[in-house]
């Protein structure tokens, strides 16, 4: 990445960090939503890296991105901009108000991820743990590993559940070793 990239990812992190401190309160739990994260940021740099394995890991020509929990629609804008098909799942009325204002021409849709019930129909999946229990986290994460299509692909960042390992389901596309991974479910897998 050259360093004009980085200046503006920095730029961008910090946006997001007063946004999310100014309005959410910073990282905590939402008010009548204990099992949720009110708010988490996942740096620009590493949404980048991982988006561009996405990019590189689907064959779809403009591939239908679901961004779970997409608060201020940072991410849904990033990746509206590197060619992905956009749409933004946020529980938070205040947040698709201040999402749509700040991106437009990003589609975000007020529902909840504890219901959601679409993840097939999207090539990629992308999430930043929005759940604050590991057991509501995991149990959504089989979710979307079990509806995503085959050769569907799953951008995580907390991933709580490593059950995918053993299945032989997917495969590893990429991962920091730590907190982020790539995943994209085989094709014949259904």
Same mark, same amino acid.
């Given at each position: 990445?050259? &360093? ?7 730029? =961008?992190?910090?946006?997001? #960090?007063?946004? %999310?401190?100014?309005?959410?309160? @910073?990282?905590? #739990?939402?008010?009548? !939503?204990?099992?949720?994260? %009110? ?23 403009? +591939?239908?991105? $679901?961004?779970? @929990?997409?608060? /201020? ?8 901009? $590197? ?12 947040? =698709?108000? $201040? ?8 589609? =975000? ?8 019930? #679409? /993840?097939?129909? /999207? ?5 930043? %743990? +929005? ?8 149990? /959504?994460? !089989? ?24 299945? @032989? ?10 907190? !982020?991974?790539?995943?994209?479910? &085989?094709?014949?897998?259904?």
């Amino acid at each position: 990445m050259n &360093h004009d990239a980085e200046i503006l990812a920095t730029q =961008i992190d910090g946006i997001a #960090h007063s946004l %999310g401190t100014w309005i959410a309160g @910073g990282i905590g #739990h939402l008010k009548n !939503r204990p099992e949720s994260w %009110g708010f988490a940021g996942n740096p620009t740099l590493q949404t980048l890296t991982m988006l561009h394995v996405a990019l590189e890991g689907t064959s779809a020509k403009s +591939p239908a991105l $679901l961004e779970c @929990g997409s608060g /201020f629609g940072f991410v849904a804008a990033l990746a509206r901009e $590197l060619g992905f098909s956009v749409t933004g799942i946020e529980v938070v009325p205040e947040y =698709i108000e $201040l999402s749509r204002r700040l991106f437009p021409a990003v589609r =975000i849709v007020e529902d909840d991820l504890l219901t959601w019930d #679409h /993840f097939g129909d /999207f090539d990629v999946v992308y999430y930043n %743990g +929005p759940f604050a229990h590991d057991q509501i986290q995991a149990n /959504f994460e !089989r979710r979307i590993e079990t509806r995503l299509r085959p050769g569907g692909i799953i951008l995580a960042v907390r991933k709580v559940d490593h059950t995918w390992q053993a299945s @032989g389901a997917f495969d590893l596309l990429w991962t920091d070793g730590a907190l !982020r991974w790539v995943l994209r479910k &085989h094709p014949a897998v259904a």
